[in-house]
């Protein structure tokens, strides 16, 4: 999986918007366009965008074209996360307390 390509999709917030819709059900274009003040070409170039990172598909339907999640892109992505969970991070040392009281008490 080339997830450069999956953050790159994921990095802008319309196209995040785009995948919110579309966890409810597929969408047409137009449908997906009618959410948003966006031309048809900025639609189209986020959905193209979606598309190259393979977190959407498309099914053609007569004469629209449908898109949908494309589930199996998260899972593979959730699964690399996850293994960060198991992480441990090491203790790390305690570091000198840079505050100092001078003579008089005070903080430096």
Known sequence: MAFGETFKALSDPVRREILELLK?????????AEKFEL??????????TLKK???IREEKVKNFIYYELNASVFEELMMWIAQF???Q???KP??????RKTKKGELK
């Not at 900025?42 to 193209?48: E, M, P, Q």
């Not at 305690?94 to 505050?99: D, E, F, G, V, W």
């Open 24 to 32: 409810e059900k597929k969408l047409s274009a137009g449908e997906i």
């Open 39 to 48: 031309t048809g070409a900025t639609v189209s170039y986020h959905l193209s």
């Open 53 to 55: 990172a393979d977190l």
């Open 85 to 87: 969970n198991s992480v």
């Open 89 to 91: 991070t090491e203790e």
């Open 94 to 99: 305690k570091r000198a307390n840079s505050t």
